[in-house]
């Protein structure tokens, strides 16, 4: 039962103030999340990335009000599965860029259906498309904030629904992220995953792999990595919060199997995501 | 007479759907024209960026129509001075970052009073602070986008109102732009500025003064520049379309004087802004 697709601080409207500052200048962050009956997975990483990132740009929230609206947004739609986005703005008003004053922070919240993507991406693995819109450096990096233009235009790169995501590479050519995932590769039993500390976004998805991974036996590395190393893992894979873990079997002239390891991740990512 | 502040899609109304892109990814460009009588002032060197940034972008909006608009929104207001942001998004939906199937663009158009900044600001000169949020280099350079966190956190840092703008440098430490005004240094009868190909907006009013300065008998040379040009210039000013010219006589322990050449500019700025 969806009684409305967004709640806005806390009330069912779908429509926010023409002035306010996440249009104007993109002075916001948000997460999605996947939620399987009222339940969003991997909610403690969701929330703690969502705290640190409103800390970062001096964005007032009170994040235990957004935490009650969202229980009451998920029962209100009755426990189907489904995303869950929670966007939070500085709020409207401002002289210019200058956010001093501006403590009425706004938090939306919206449904949506979960992703139709073929099983094959699970299980057969998908091919990346090299993009050619590169990542530059910021103070931004590793928060997802709603600054996405250079997503936006590395998605725009491709039509071609033989690929499922596209590789972002920083302005010196470092393997970063995909669109809308990040990368790991698999490299003598050790997981290598791109450092994101001067761009991309820390997935949550991401985040639990990194927090999971030696509980799981795996070692793991997280470093500036260009195509060679990617050239020459053993396998690779990128992975969200939404999707899971899809192995890469192609890129360029290079191929790849689904490997064990990959598998493994996997199959643990997607007991969390199922519930 | 101000009948409505916003108006969107040709009609009065304050609200967008919170589907909006340019909200969601910051998927969009904003111009912000100062307007005496009903007259946009440097209009044609506004509506070129604009049209340049929605190519850049792939945005595909109608712009015979928007100026057909903003023709009637000034004319609703009565004919008072003023600024007119015009704000144009990608539009509601897209699946994720792909922006593919979003061909109706939202075009958003808003009132606001002239800034009431100090008259000393324009004669006597200002003090610029030292900002140490830098900006990144990536491919949305010279773009008025709606990307502009890293506008936010440099205007963000400092609130003692003994300096009217901020002073940008690149992740390399060179030279790039105020926090909401372009830079201008003067040397040896010669104009610099710096570079916009790798960050940074580029500026009507800058472009106003790049297409002038050889009428006015004045060099320009726009090039990569450090703090050490800055401090051996003769003269210094930012500049933007809005507040026009501004001297700026104070930086971290560098004094200057309101030069000759930056007086000539600022009056010759004037005349076009004051209509």
Redesign the interface.
């Known amino acids: 039962m969806v009684a409305n697709n967004?709640w806005?601080n806390g009330e069912p409207?779908?429509?926010?103030?023409?002035?306010?500052?996440?249009?104007?200048?993109?002075?916001g962050v948000?997460e999605t999340i996947r939620v399987i009956g009222r339940r969003p997975t991997l909610a403690e990483f969701h929330w703690q990335r969502l705290e640190d990132s409103l800390n970062r740009?001096?964005i007032q929230a009170d994040v235990s009000l957004l935490l009650d609206e969202v229980k009451a947004f998920l029962s209100s739609r009755g426990g189907s599965d489904g995303v869950l986005k929670v966007?939070i703005?500085?709020g409207s008003g401002g002289?210019?860029?200058?956010?001093?004053g501006c403590s009425e922070s706004r938090r939306?919240l919206?449904c949506h259906p979960l992703?139709e993507h073929p099983a094959a991406n699970r299980f057969a693995g998908i091919a990346l498309y090299p993009c050619s819109?590169?990542?530059?450096?910021?103070?931004?990096a590793g928060m997802k904030?709603?600054?996405?233009?250079?997503?936006?235009?590395?998605?725009?790169e491709w039509?071609d629904s033989g690929f499922q995501e596209g590789l972002m590479l920083d302005?010196n050519g470092l393997l970063i992220e995909g669109?809308?995932s990040n990368l790991f590769l698999v490299k003598n039993g050790t997981l290598y995953t791109p450092a994101l500390d001067r761009?991309g976004v820390s997935g949550v998805c991401r985040e639990f792999i990194l927090h999971q991974a030696s509980g799981w036996g795996l070692p793991v590395i997280v470093d500036d990595l260009g195509e060679p190393v990617l050239e020459e893992a053993d396998e690779v894979f990128v992975c969200n919060s939404v999707n899971g873990v899809w192995p890469v079997v192609r890129f360029r002239h290079c191929r790849w199997q689904v490997g064990a390891i990959t598998a493994m991740v996997r199959d643990r990512v997607l007991d969390v995501l199922n519930g």
Chains 1, 2 share one sequence.
């Open positions: 967004f806005i409207c779908s429509d926010i103030p023409a002035n306010d500052r996440g249009l104007a200048y993109g002075d948000f740009l001096g966007l703005t500085r002289r210019g860029y200058n956010p001093a939306i919206s992703p819109t590169r990542l530059g450096h910021n103070c931004l904030h709603l600054n996405r233009l250079e997503n936006v235009l590395a998605r725009a039509s302005m669109t809308m761009c």
